[in-house]
Nanobody, 115 residues
């Protein structure tokens, strides 16, 4: 079974930075895109950023200019560089891989931003 392994969880002060990583445990083919979502307590899961097989990126308005998604789709890896973090960025960040056949999800990594 393919697993998405996330790393980079942490507790930082507002204004700080964190870098999240995600890697598939085995090769996945026909990938359309990889993405990061986040879920805060009491809120719906939110799409944070995506990168497709052509390298095109998209961001939620709330993180534009602060977060950068990057990665090597062919190597099944994706990163999320988060700068100028705000308390409202707190949540569980989940890695998502969208292949032609199905979606895969990581278990999530906790990011906590203190004010």
């Amino acid at each position: 079974q393919v697993q998405l392994v996330e790393s980079g969880r942490g507790l930082v002060q507002a204004g700080g930075s964190l870098r999240l990583s995600c890697e598939a445990s085995e090769s996945v083919f026909s990938i359309n895109a990889m993405a990061w979502y986040r879920q805060a307590p009491g809120r719906q899961r939110e799409l944070v950023a995506t990168i497709n097989s052509g390298g095109t990126t998209n961001y939620a308005d709330s993180v534009k200019g602060r977060f950068t998604i990057s990665g090597d789709i062919a190597e099944n890896t994706v990163y999320l560089q988060m700068n100028s973090l705000k308390p409202e960025d707190t949540g569980v960040y989940l890695c998502n891989l969208q292949s032609f056949w199905r979606d895969y999800w990581g278990q999530g990594t906790q990011v906590t931003v203190s004010s």
